[in-house]
């Protein structure tokens, strides 16, 4: 069985959904401790600190002769390794609740442990994702570590965007997993910052702009198949568990002993196969990982992110049909999936499932606007893809006072709300361009109207005749800028949306 040293003499357990954190009474300030002193410790810290932003929380406390061990539920929290495969601009957001946790132990003097394998990334569905830390100090727990938060700061950062496994020296530009300028002056900013808010301003900056100009510094590599779904973050997650072994730490009565010890086993086995299912996934031999993954039995996965990942693999490999079956909501992954080669497959499957989300998506796909707002009240809002379509079809059929009045009869705060708001607002600019297009061409149709009349009454006016034909061809050249805009309009896919 592997085990993973931490914090001097503990160790960390990690299982499919949670963390167990292991350690001899020696450890502790008094060696005599319990169970029972460190709960009422560990309430009265959380009576004192709002720490949920910043540290994980401990779920329950077990006290096994010489040694006391906590159990954190972490279902939807992957370890800190993976913010490595992220993008730049993600890898800044999580810097930024990292930045949180530094700021907490500076302002409460609360000691941290700082190792790369004591934080993990939270995930939250109506939330930003956040680095928690996992060990701290309350009580009789000691945290062997004097690093101060400054540069615990520095250090998680360096090994976040780089591959090294020290986070105390200055890496080489051939260290870092982004190669590209802005990363390196980054990474420079933090090394020489002389204080926390250094650290958080340097972050802050480069948010601010991404969020004002739309850039983003460093650019993922588009991936040229047509799923364009953030499949690979969650990939990257799940494989970073690959990073630490997951092993068991039990200690139970005789009587159940063999019982719940082959239950764990086989769930350890499971959580190893779809490991290295990822794992070769990443290393580049995506089609064998696939055929692997649809080797196991849906139901067996145990968490809702591998069954994701199952869902969108069918989908990529165009296995439709066994993907709704399993997922009716899957139907919004196919939507974000129509492209040319795939439209008659998707087209017909909605008419054969009788679906109305793929009714919905195949009319935005093929320019039937009115029967995508038609059918706007059957699809669920909360995919912020759908909102994209419902909005699109509301431009360009001449109903944006439509659309205003949708968003303010929606609930107030809500995810369908968010996201239609969120949706409207990067259209703005382009239903500008649509209304000044449209009424350029509104008005030259006016004036060949009027030019006609004008001929209907003196046939041999050649002023009137010579701006007709000027007309004319100034209307062709009008009309196809209208027809461009409304194809840019259309063209918007979700992932273009921030």
Known sequence: MNKFKINRYGEINLFSNSIEYVSPLENFMDIHTNKEKLMEDYQAFSNDFKHNNVFCQITRFNDWGKYISFDYFLQDATMYAAIRNYDFITQLDLFSSLTDVAEFQE????????????????????????????????????????????????????????????????????????????????????????????????????????????????????????????????????????LIAAVFFVFQNMSQKSKESEALNQQLKQQQRVNDIFSEYISGDRQQAKKQMSTLNYDDLNSDKQRSIYIKWLVEEEQYDKALSLDKDAAYLLGQDIHKSNQSAITDLAKEKDSDVLKFFVASKEGRYDDVVKLSDKIDLKERSAANELVKAYLLTDQSQKLKEVINKSQKDSQETKNLTTVQKYYQPYEKSLKDATNQYDDKRKEIKALKETLKKKASNAKAKKQLTQARKELKSIKNNLVEVKAKIADIDVEDIQ
């Open 107 to 242: 302002q409460h003097q609360v000691r941290v442990l700082w190792d790369f394998n004591n934080f993990v990334i939270a995930h939250h569905k109506d939330d930003k994702d956040r680095v928690k830390a996992v060990l701290h100090n309350f009580g009789d727990l000691v945290v062997y570590d004097d690093t101060t938060p400054l540069n615990g700061l520095k250090r998680l950062i360096i090994l976040g965007l780089t591959q090294l496994k020290s986070g105390d020296v200055k890496p080489l530009k051939a260290d870092f997993i982004h190669q590209d300028d802005d990363v390196f002056q980054f990474a420079d900013e933090v090394l020489r910052a002389k204080d926390i808010q250094s650290i958080r301003r340097s972050i802050d900056t480069r948010l601010g702009q991404v969020k004002e100009m739309g850039t983003v510094p460093v650019k993922k590599e588009k991936n040229k198949s047509p799923n364009k779904s953030p499949l690979r973050y969650i990939l990257m997650g799940l494989a970073a568990l690959l």
